[in-house]
């Protein structure tokens, strides 16, 4: 049987030649310095968001992630396979979870990097030539579409390949955007260095109508959305029960510190009084603004590019993570066999082209949403837009159901790894640390749903109704499932057990660094 073959196991992934260096590289392309650029500005929203305080709502949502990542590490020392989240839930919790919560985590990562992230780069691209080469070329979605051939292109002819671009675009775009954070520091900013934003008294907790602290800890969470992606190399790793959890931790860790730093700097380079009315939150570039003025120019050019980069670093990681996602359930008879086809280059091709579905469904939603009218926001000048536009909306709207998808699946693993922990050793502390993990996406999902109004024209809410949708859609593949195939749902993940191994949940494991 060829490696191209149809059916459940018949195909395979690469040789388990995979180090901890490409794990960490696979979970470091979750897009530091892209999120800085599109995602960090929103927290400090004014209305909803933590306003001055959104370094410190970075600082809390990064506590909060380094308890998920510890929950994905207590996974990932146990169980390994291509579906990651698939296989922990299956043997770690049940198989019908498991496989219910599948179908969900992988649509949801469509919104949020297999489709999402192809609308930002068109946007970027587009963006880039019209400001440096020429007022004419060609549309923003063409742009998206060239950037979803390359990483398909890439993510075909080999996993190594794919992942030593995602580590250089990664490590060549993380230097200027540090040197940015120094140099506005090194000046003093706009009125001088202050850790007056670690204060939550400046902003309150939780404001009156929304936002405070807590209203910036969604976005805060979304920074870091999919650094659990080094688990879908389980499979391709040689020593995946070692090197997926140190991926994980030290990626949330170092990247982490780094938006607390690109926060603080932020807030101090626009200051208190711009920041508190939306000078950084609504600005079209707010890295752009910072680089023209703390640097130069050519300076805010170069960290264009660097953006640019950063963002395919994040759709190649993304695709790694769908790819295998979804042949890992084709594998297991969970999905037509098709899925389970890998190229000869082992990689999953057919999985991997779900993130095309993925980037033309948002493209064409750009088409038909109207996002940017509906997406409001009153001034003293009236009702104005509250992104510039359709491209934008749409991008914003994708991520959020996105971010809530993700993180409603970061709270399930949450629940289920206090089953985990007596293995591990069973102190106090551990079981803490798991209980932050649930406490931390409950505290998301309430800061950004608590905000008036509670209308469509909010965009958590409207991103809160698709995410619904989307729990009715696996629900109903679900029930299919089990109509049809019960005895697959049954023995979820069997694959990877076979192959992969298993540790008992009785079985006292070594959780010492190593």
Known sequence: ???????????????????????????????????????????????????????????????????????????????????????????????????????FFFVGVLFLGGGGIYLALGIL????????????????????????????????????????????????????????????????????????????????????????????????ILLFVGFEAAASLGEEAHDPHHSIPRAVLWTVGAAGAFFVLMAFAFSIGYGKDAVSEGAWAFSPGPVREMATEYVGSWFA????????LDAMALALAICVLIGRGFFALGRDGLLPSAFARVSRYDTPWVGNLVVAVGGIGLFLLVAVGNYVGRFTISTPDGVVPLFPNDEFATFILSATIGSFAVELVYLILAVFAFRLVPAAGGKWWQYAIVAVAVATPILGFYGALNPDPHDRSNYNWEAMYWTLGLIVVALVWFGILLVTRRDRVDSAAAHAAEHHGVAPLDETLDYRPT
């Open 1 to 103: 049987m060829s490696q191209t073959d149809t059916g459940r196991g018949a195909g395979t992934l690469g040789d388990k030649k995979l180090s901890t260096l490409h794990a960490v590289a696979q979970s470091l392309a979750i897009g530091p310095m892209f999120s800085v650029a599109l995602i960090l500005g929103g927290i400090s929203r004014p209305d909803i968001g933590a306003g001055w305080n959104a370094a410190l709502a970075v600082l809390i949502a990064t506590l909060g992630v380094l308890a998920i990542g510890y929950v994905v590490a207590l996974y990932a020392r146990r169980f390994a396979g291509a579906g990651a989240v698939y296989e922990y839930l299956t043997h770690g919790a049940h198989p019908w979870i498991g496989v219910l919560v599948a179908g």
């Open 125 to 220: 691209l587009d963006g880039f030539w019209t400001a440096h080469i020429s007022d004419s070329g060609p549309a923003w979605w063409l742009w998206g579409g060239l950037a979803l051939a390359l990483v398909l292109i890439l993510n075909y002819v080999g996993i190594r390949i794919a992942v030593r671009a995602m580590l250089a675009f990664a490590l060549v775009s993380f230097v200027p955007m540090l040197i940015l954070a120094l140099v506005i520091i090194g000046k003093g900013g706009a009125d001088g260095v202050t850790l007056s934003m670690f204060d939550w008294s400046e902003t309150s907790l939780l404001g009156v109508t929304g936002g405070g602290v807590l209203g910036g800890v969604l976005l805060g």
């Open 301 to 308: 050019t170069l960290l264009e590019l660097v953006v640019i």
